[in-house]
């Protein structure tokens, strides 16, 4: 689950790390007021979106101006204007895809004098295990594009679990920044402070981008991305009441209501799979054969008949999809349960794209009795490689 900058930031001032003042708006008259309790003499307005880049991106409605995200003001009167121009608006950056997002608050701040802008993360290295320190001298650029084109400008290394952070983690990362005199011990007790974050709320990721030096030589959270660990929530009800759930995509909140493991995508084939390994899988095959999968979907071991009617519903809801593969391999599950979930949900929904069904294994010939049984209009496959090419000729002609 990810969060906003301004919770982010709130969560870490309660750690003590610093950050800057600031208030967070949901409408535009509470702008002036908010900026006014602010000191100045500049002000940042900044959308809050669940997506980095904001300060590169746009806003796909004129009324908005043509700058970003991230504006700076010289006074609370312009700051309020900014909030006004961007709140209830699309911003379009590099991580949102070209329908953007739509901008429900806005979080102002009191500006910064930056010196320099340095990039810290924290993350899980699934290769080590371990939780990962990363950092480099290039903050305020795509970091992607910083270990693309100059790698040696990234220093990372993970922590050991067994001694915890260390002071000398913190100065090997201050050196790395290059660092100088009450900065370095700034840092070290910062480092200190993240990962203590880090480890106590279960957070996946903690990207401070930039990390800055101000004017005056302290070192300052200037914008900060979180993501926790979902199956870690239930420990966290501070953490799980910041959830946005106008940030998430409607038909994975819906299926997450259902305990499915439904992720979006951009495809045009919606697929229905049993096992995170069988779905990636699927996902592959379907690439084979020359198209693009709508979305990955695990029903799960124990599904029943009203998790895959509501699953069956999930896929036929989206507009990008063209066709659907049904592929079962009933271990635990069992073919009827699904066959009945499928026979249900296009009853109750109707079927409007080809259907392509491969079912195999645990009561499969009782699955297929029902779906012949059914009346649909199904196209039945016998293994995986025949059930793609299938609904991608289906979907493609
Ligand atoms: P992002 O574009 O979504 O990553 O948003 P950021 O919070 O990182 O802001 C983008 C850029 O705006 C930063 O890299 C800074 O250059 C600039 N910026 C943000 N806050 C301040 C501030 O307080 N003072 C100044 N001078 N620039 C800022
Ligand atoms: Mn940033």
New binding site residues.
């Given amino acids: 689950m990810n969060i906003h900058?301004y919770q982010a930031k709130a969560l870490l001032r309660s750690y003590g790390a610093p950050v800057?003042d600031g208030r967070v708006v949901f409408k535009a008259e509470e702008a002036k007021t908010a900026a006014g309790e602010l000191d100045g003499p500049?002000w940042?307005v900044?959308a809050q979106i669940h997506?980095?880049?904001?300060?590169?991106?746009h806003f796909k409605e004129a009324g908005a101006g043509d700058k970003?995200?991230?504006r700076?003001a010289k006074s609370v009167e312009e700051a309020a204007e900014e909030a006004k121009k961007m709140l209830g608006r699309t911003l379009v950056?590099h991580q949102t895809g070209p329908t953007g997002k739509q901008v429900g608050r806005i979080y102002i701040?009191?500006?910064?004098?930056?010196e320099r802008?340095l990039y810290l993360a924290l993350l899980v290295d699934r290769q080590t295990s371990r939780i990962s320190f990363v950092c480099s001298t290039e903050?305020?650029m795509d970091i992607e594009e910083v270990a693309a084109k100059t790698p040696e400008k990234i220093l990372s290394f993970s922590v050991d679990p067994a001694t915890g952070y260390q002071p000398f983690h913190g100065r090997r990362i201050a050196f790395a920044l290059g660092l100088e005199g009450k900065q370095i011990k700034q840092c070290v007790g910062l480092m200190g402070t993240l990962y203590r974050a880090f480890v106590e709320k279960d957070m996946e990721m903690l990207e401070i981008?930039?990390l800055?030096i101000t004017d005056s030589g302290e070192l300052k959270v200037?914008?900060a991305?979180v993501g926790f660990d979902s199956n870690a929530l239930y420990r966290h009800n501070d953490i799980a009441s910041l959830r946005d759930e106008s940030e998430e995509d409607s038909k994975e909140l819906e299926a997450s209501k259902y305990d499915l493991n439904y992720i979006a995508l951009d495809g045009e084939i919606g697929c229905m799979v049993n096992g995170a390994g069988l779905a990636m899988a699927t996902m592959d095959i379907i690439k084979l054969y020359g198209a693009e999968p709508a979305n990955f979907l695990d029903v799960g071991g124990g599904a029943n008949k009203d998790k895959v009617t509501e699953a069956f519903k999930i896929i036929t809801s989206d507009s990008n999809v063209k066709g659907i593969l049904v592929n079962i391999f009933g271990g635990i599950m069992r073919c009827d349960v699904i066959a009945e979930g499928v026979v249900a949900a296009v009853k109750e929904v109707g079927l409007e794209v080809p259907l392509v069904v491969r079912l195999e294994g645990t009561n499969v010939e009782q699955g297929k009795e029902i779906i012949n049984s059914s009346g649909l209009n199904v196209i039945a496959a016998d293994n995986l490689s025949d059930a793609a090419e299938k609904i991608v000729k289906a979907v493609k002609g």
């Fill in positions: 900058e800057s500049l940042v900044k997506a980095g880049g904001r300060g590169k991106g970003g995200g991230v700076l950056t701040e009191d500006g910064s004098g930056i802008e903050g305020g981008n930039p800055i200037l914008d991305k």
